[in-house]
T-cell receptor, first 109, second 113 residues
Framework: SQQGEEDPQALSIQEGENATMNCSYK?????LQWYRQNSGRGLVHLIL?????REKHSGRLRVTLDTSKKSSSLLITASRAADTASYFC?????????FGAGTRLFVKA | AAGVIQSPRHLIKEKRETATLKCYPI?????VYWYQQGPGQDPQFLIS???????DKGSIPDRFSAQQFSDYHSELNMSSLELGDSALYFC????????????FGQGTRLTVV
């Protein structure tokens, strides 16, 4: 399956610290995306990294992609309490995007 | 900017009833995806459409059907509802497939009682 699998499943950090979440997948992909979801709310697209890219930045977000290891990481620097949410990676191949189980991030003020 | 619109936002149905969820993609987006997210679960891919044709199918029960219309909006029809169908149903749209990002609607929360 293409499903992204993430670790850790839950992460609790202090405000100001960096948070790193990892995602692994099993098959070839066109791109990998990271989404954020606040409890019971919609999915917000954070960043897309294409299969031929290795690193991408957007504000406090840094995403890496290693297609040889079929893995990606999302780094959130200088975390804020408002970053508390679930973060999902999603891999796209063909006509579908498959989501991983998500990492629940809790940033303590 | 226009986003993906889903309706209704909340829906309560009884067991064995039917439900229809609607999704209006971002203008000029030709691809629509449907996902189901149970409580505490990750979003599960159900089905997708590209240019009004079914393009891929995931874990969609036989009791569910979907289609994409000429104006690119999509409807997910759910029959013989079961308690386990209670979930958030998300629709996403993109322009083309492959290397394009998908934008999600706010979801429809279906509760089956």
């Amino acid at each position: 399956s293409q499903q992204g699998e993430e670790d850790p499943q839950a992460l609790s950090i202090q405000e100001g610290e960096n948070a790193t979440m990892n995602c692994s997948y099993k098959t070839s992909i066109n791109n990998l995306q990271w989404y954020r979801q606040n409890s019971g709310r919609g999915l917000v697209h954070l960043i897309l990294i294409r299969s031929n890219e290795r690193e991408k930045h957007s504000g406090r977000l840094r995403v890496t992609l290693d297609t040889s290891k079929k893995s990606s990481s999302l780094l959130i620097t200088a975390s804020r309490a408002a970053d508390t949410a679930s973060y999902f990676c999603a891999v796209t191949g063909g006509f579908k995007t498959i989501f991983g189980a998500g990492t629940r991030l809790f940033v303590k003020a | 900017a226009a986003g993906v619109i889903q309706s209704p936002r909340h829906l309560i149905k009884e067991k064995r009833e039917t439900a229809t969820l609607k999704c209006y993609p971002i203008p000029r987006h030709d691809t629509v995806y449907w996902y189901q997210q149970g409580p505490g679960q990750d979003p599960q891919f159900l089905i997708s459409f590209y240019e009004k044709m079914q393009s891929d199918k995931g874990s969609i029960p036989d009791r569910f059907s979907a289609q994409q219309f000429s104006d690119y909006h999509s409807e997910l029809n759910m029959s013989s509802l079961e308690l386990g169908d209670s979930a958030l149903y998300f629709c996403a749209s993109s322009h083309g497939t492959g290397n394009t990002e998908a934008f999600f609607g706010q979801g429809t929360r279906l509760t089956v009682v």
